[in-house]
């Protein structure tokens, strides 16, 4: 559609992001959980239907980027905001 090479847009994001194109998703998805989790309209949703939301279909690759991106695990950044799930 574009008429670019994939690995021309891989390179431009490596160049640009200093990630790689699945590292700059991860991040996203995790930065997104983050933001969503303090919004009471997700409060009566589990972590692993909110990791779900932001697009994990994987628990154990959740937890990984996660932590990876955020530190620690979600439990923590839910009980430091005072968020009930």
């Known amino acids: 559609m574009l008429n670019v090479q994939v690995d ?5 994001i490596k ?3 200093g ?3 699945d590292e ?3 991040k996203n998805r995790i930065e997104y ?3 969503i989790a303090k919004y009471p309209k997700y409060n009566n949703l589990t972590i692993e239907a ?9 628990r154990s ?13 979600p439990s ?7 968020i009930s799930i």
């Open 33 to 35: 959980f983050v933001q």
């Open 50 to 58: 909110l990791a779900e939301e932001v697009g994990y279909s994987s």
């Open 19 to 21: 990630v790689s194109f």
């Open 8 to 12: 021309d847009i891989k390179n431009y």
């Open 24 to 26: 700059l998703i991860d």
């Open 76 to 82: 923590d950044l839910i009980a430091a905001h005072n």
């Open 61 to 73: 690759s959740f937890y990984k980027s996660f932590k990876r991106y955020h530190g620690g695990n």
């Open 15 to 17: 160049n640009i992001y």
